[in-house]
């Protein structure tokens, strides 16, 4: 079994893409947790790894008020098929029925399953499939 590293401020920086002071501070404010190593601060590369991710997540949009896809309609989830990475969403949009691929992690973000009204928008041969405000 692999020993997980511990990092050097500098290592955690360089890996983040900020600079030690940043670094540094995120440890100041508690947002990224340390440990000592020889009299120095170090960063477990687990932890690391974890606030990375944090940093990645996207925000959330809110709400837009304009689009480059001019078709969106709104209609009613009536098929969601799962599989590991891939998920096929089927909508019924008034006469029209529209079919989605997107990966999995996006349809369990949206929670998209049969019943769940969303908007699908429209653009060339890509559908991109949103959720209205209520």
């Known amino acids: 079994m692999a020993c997980m590293p511990n990092l050097r ?5 360089a890996l983040l893409g900020v600079s030690d002071d940043t670094v540094r501070r995120w440890i100041d404010l508690k947002r990224l ?18 606030f990375a991710q944090q940093l ?4 959330e949009p809110g709400t837009t008020t304009a689009a480059s896809a001019r078709n969106r309609m709104r209609g009613i989830v009536t098929r969601v098929l799962k599989d590991g990475v891939m998920a096929q969403v089927e909508m019924q949009a008034g006469p029209f029925r529209v079919v989605s691929l997107m990966s999995r992690e996006a349809a369990d973000e949206l929670g998209l399953e049969p019943g769940v009204v969303a908007v699908a928008s429209i653009k060339s041969t890509h559908v991109v499939v949103e959720i209205p405000e209520s």
């Open 9 to 13: 401020i500098s290592e955690a920086a």
């Open 56 to 59: 990645a997540e996207s925000p």
């Open 33 to 50: 947790p340390v440990t000592e190593q020889g009299g120095r601060m170090a960063v477990d590369g687990r932890e690391l790894a974890a």
